[in-house]
Each structure stands twice: as structure tokens, then as C-alpha cells.
């Protein structure tokens, strides 16, 4: 959590939602272990046991690192910042990327995580395929809403649970 900037509590809640604290867990798209990393993310990071639950962390903890990365060049706020990690670890950058651009286009603030929610309607019909801000296509988008909006709501929960933040 301290290489993301992140409170612990955060980390725990986005471990939380993808795998309950199962080190064992797998999906049925091939993501694996604590942190639910794809096995081609984690060679990307140089990473080749995805059940070793300190190698999970490593590789999810770097992929989120380089997705913020791409967020915090957009001068976003800390909450919008982590907004849009989350909802590029669930979706992909390239989704998110896709929102952002199509928020540009429909004069929408693309660094707010709430007007893209709202947009992403749009982004369900068939119309969107002509759309030029749009590189992939049609985007459902609720599995991605709810993950943020699940992992803030365990950070609230952790948040109560431990206060002061301390382990």
C-alpha cells in the first residue's frame, strides 16, 4: 500500500472484493490468487507463481501502481485518482480509456468517476460503435460500477472497524 500512496485499508479492500482473503482463489476468466491477477499481467511483472500469496500481492500491487500512473498524468484528485485505478484494474485500461475519451466528447468532466458513471449508459447502445472516442466498442459497464463502488464501501467498512488505520 505505501509503494501506491494508498492506505492499507484501501489494498485490503480491493484483496477483499476480488477474493475474499482466499489465496487459493481462481475466476473463471484465468485471473488467480489474492489480488485476482490475469497469468499474462503477472509475467508482464515478471511473476511466475500467482498462488504464492507475497508474489500475488507484488504483481497486483505493480499493476496498479502503472495504472495510476496513467491517471495521475490527467491531474486528478486523490479520490478520483483511486476511482479510476479501481475501475481500470476491473475493466482495463483501455475501457476506461474509452470512458474518459467519450466523456471529452460529450463535453463531460473525464477526470470525474461520477459523470462517467453517468455516461456510460450511452455507451451500452448499439450507437456507440460509430462513435470515434470509442476504440472497443459497447460497454456495459455495471460489473465495473459496482466494483468501485464495493471496494469503497469495504475501505468504509475496514475504515471503521480500525480507525486510526493502525495494524
Not at 489494498?11 to 473463471?28: D, K, N, T
Not at 470509442?134 to 472497524?161: M, N, P, Q, R, W
Request: charged letters at 25%; glycine letters at 8%; hydrophobic letters at 40%.
Amino acid at each position: 500500500a505505501m509503494d501506491l500512496g494508498w492506505d492499507w485499508r484501501m489494498l485490503a479492500s480491493v484483496i477483499y472484493q476480488e477474493s475474499r482473503f482466499s489465496i487459493g482463489s481462481s475466476s473463471f476468466r484465468g485471473a488467480q490468487g489474492l489480488m485476482q491477477v490475469m497469468p499474462s499481467t503477472a509475467e508482464h511483472y515478471g511473476i511466475d507463481d500467482l498462488l504464492n500469496p507475497e508474489k500475488n500481492l507484488k504483481a497486483g500491487t505493480k499493476h496498479l501502481k502503472r495504472l495510476q500512473k496513467i491517471f495521475e498524468k490527467a491531474g486528478m484528485d486523490q479520490t478520483e485518482l483511486i476511482k479510476f485505478t479501481l475501475a481500470a484494474y476491473n475493466a482495463g485500461e483501455g475501457r476506461i480509456a474509452d470512458c474518459r475519451r467519450f466523456a471529452e466528447a460529450k463535453a463531460a468532466d473525464s477526470n470525474n468517476w461520477d459523470e462517467i458513471v453517468n455516461l456510460i449508459p450511452l455507451m451500452r447502445e448499439d450507437s456507440i460503435i460509430d462513435e470515434p472516442s470509442v476504440k472497443l466498442g459497447k460497454f456495459k459497464g455495471h460489473e465495473t460500477i459496482d466494483y468501485v463502488e464495493s471496494v469503497l464501501s469495504h475501505y468504509d467498512a475496514f475504515c471503521e472497524i480500525c480507525p486510526s488505520g493502525l495494524i
